[in-house]
């Protein structure tokens, strides 16, 4: 079995767990921040701390609103981790719905979702992202998660289309055709299993660039909003004062480089595992 | 020939779609052009109707939209609602952003396929550990992460290049932001070209010029590598519709007037016009320049040559 060869190739791997590890840990914090942070979001600052560096008692010092940094930082992880989880969970299922329909069925059904590929392919990410989220001034995370899938469905719905079009002519289709199997069930049952793999590595990367994404749109002032906490809010204020206190630079980057770094390390393992031609 | 026409009707409805969806997403932005340029004062009905007839606000959006791409045609961006012409306010600005784009393109282009090369030929080896270590980090660390260390270490510290503005012209102010904007696609530009290459030299016709006697550099250099660039160049060519795009950040940084920073403004502004001349020029580019890879695989691949014939 392709899984269990896979996942002995995983097991051995130090890069595997290392990120593995680092990604549980980023999860807790998403899920349960109260458990490393010692205040809640925006709580007990004190504005005449305001900026100053680490020190006894606050680890990663204060920010400019002169709270605990290390609570802030712990607290930004919940934004990123549910953005870009829920943004490729959507992704994904858009990609395999346009992917199989389009690379089963062929004819016009599949041009048509070529060619809607292709427009929003096209859109450049950061304006595109900007246009729609100034119209719109009062978006949560939600409203966030929409636009991001918005403009990133389109390199997995082309990566499984191709994929669904090298599976559907091999003999076991075929074979379940002759058996009278329905077309749902070839798509699902037969097709889907055989040609998902490397959507699935591309979705894990994905998870990375989407962070790194919604990070950036933060950053230029067009994401989330304060009184929101995430580590590109937290970048974002950092730019004007980080030549004196690169404290505010560095503890959110480090976060956000880990996080993203563990997405990707795991993908490129991942895909290391499913594909035996690269070891 | 005929599947580059093929490929170019393919490419003028997805133009039209994706300017159409652009100028209907900005064009939605809350708010009366016309009545802001008034301020506080109140506007009378008559002067309210004539000025939305001249720049056709009366109109359904699809003939707006119609009115504008002719406009575009002609080399008519149309105007701020100010009256100043957007391809005037751009002018000065294009070539900014496109000199920063170039220096990262040529940047990715060179390094990116070096490093990528130098990986792959000695797999497993300390270069190629290191390549890949070095790129999987570059990836992950934000771009404006990346520009301000670099900004601060290389630009203020050591001095070795100019920190901001665009006083040395080009290649000088160009060479540290272009390295920035470049060093993602780098990465992935090294990644690619070392993946291709090492499934490409134990590849049988690889075998086979060995077998023949040929020397290793003629192996690698015009059979292994000439067929593993075939991905990196599509990657190169989308890849510089996104670095046109994708300068807002870094621009930004390093205090370059390009468009990424004037369209940034202008959305914030609400300043619609600019807003779509700039996206609609940037969707063109992108069109192109895929377009352009798809005709290049022609001459780079004859497998594919013989098969589209």
Same mark, same amino acid.
């Given at each position: 079995m392709l899984a269990r060869d896979a996942w002995g190739e995983l097991r051995g791997r130090v890069v595997f767990w290392f990120s593995a590890a680092v990604l549980l840990v980023a999860l807790a914090m998403a899920a349960f921040p109260g458990l490393f942070a010692r205040l809640g979001p925006n709580e007990a600052c004190n504005l005449r701390m305001s900026k100053h560096g680490p020190a006894d008692g606050a680890l990663f010092g204060y920010d400019l609103q002169g709270c605990d940094y290390w609570s802030q930082v712990v607290h930004g992880t919940r934004a990123s981790i549910v953005v870009g989880v829920a943004v490729t969970v959507f992704a994904l299922l858009i990609s395999i719905l346009l992917g199989l329909v389009g690379g089963y069925y062929g004819g016009l059904v599949d041009a048509l979702i070529s060619r809607l590929t292709d427009v929003f392919f096209g859109i450049p990410f950061v304006l595109g992202a900007t246009v729609v989220l100034v119209a719109f001034p009062d978006h949560g995370i939600w409203a966030m998660t929409l636009v991001l899938v918005l403009l990133g469905w389109t390199t997995m719905t082309r990566l499984m289309r191709g994929q669904v079009i090298a599976v559907k002519d091999m003999d076991f289709v075929a074979a379940a055709r002759m058996l009278g199997a329905s077309d749902r069930r070839l798509m699902f049952r037969h097709i889907l299993p055989n040609a998902i793999a490397p959507v699935i590595v591309v979705a894990m990367l994905n998870v990375g660039n989407v962070i790194a994404g919604e990070a950036t749109l933060d950053y230029l002032g067009v994401g989330l909003q304060y009184p929101e906490v995430s580590w590109g809010l937290q970048l974002n204020i950092a730019? @004007? $004062? $980080? =030549?004196?206190?690169p404290h505010l630079l560095v503890f959110p980057a480090l976060f956000l480089t880990a996080t993203v770094l563990s997405f990707l390390l795991l993908g490129d393992v991942v895909r290391d595992a499913l594909d035996p031609r690269l070891r | 020939m005929r599947y580059a026409a093929q490929r170019l009707a393919q490419a003028v409805p997805v133009f039209f779609a994706t300017t159409f969806l652009i100028y209907a997403m900005v064009f939605a &932005? +809350?708010?009366d052009p016309i009545l802001a340029l008034a301020g506080d004062k109140p506007v009378p009905e008559q002067v309210l109707a004539v000025m939305r007839a001249r720049y056709h606000l009366d109109e359904p959006l699809l003939v707006q939209y119609g009115h504008y791409m002719l406009g575009v045609f002609r080399g008519d961006l149309g105007e701020t609602f @100010? %009256?100043?012409p957007v391809s005037e306010l751009l002018q000065d600005r294009w070539a900014v952003t496109a000199q920063l784009a170039l220096t990262a393109w040529i940047f990715e282009l060179v390094v990116g396929i070096g490093l990528g090369v130098l990986a792959g030929l000695r797999r497993g080896g300390a270069a190629d550990t290191a390549v890949l270590a070095g790129t999987t980090f570059v990836i992950a660390v934000p771009v404006f992460v990346v520009g301000y260390t670099a900004q601060i270490v &290389?630009? &203020?510290? &050591?001095?070795? $290049? +100019? @920190? =901001?503005?665009?006083?040395? %012209?080009?290649p000088g102010s160009y060479l540290l932001p272009g390295m920035v904007l470049g060093s993602f696609g780098l990465a992935y530009v090294a990644r690619l070209t070392r993946t291709s290459l090492v499934e490409n030299l134990r590849a049988d016709y690889v075998r086979t010029a060995t077998a023949k006697g040929l020397s290793r550099r003629r192996v690698v250099g015009l059979h292994a590598l000439r067929n593993s660039l075939i991905p990196v160049v599509t990657y190169l060519g989308v890849d510089f519709g996104n670095l046109m795009a994708g300068a807002v950040v870094t621009e930004g940084i390093f205090n370059l007037p390009g468009i990424g920073q004037q369209v940034f403004q202008s959305i914030q502004l609400q300043e619609g016009p600019v807003v779509v001349g700039v996206v609609t020029l940037l969707v063109m580019i992108f069109i192109l320049a895929n377009l352009a890879v798809d005709l290049l695989y022609g001459v780079l691949d004859p497998r594919i040559r013989r098969a589209r014939a």
């Open positions: 730019q @004007t $004062f $980080f =030549a004196d206190h | &932005l +809350p708010g @100010t %009256g100043q &290389l630009g &203020l510290n &050591l001095g070795l $290049f +100019p @920190t =901001a503005g665009t006083d040395e %012209g080009w």
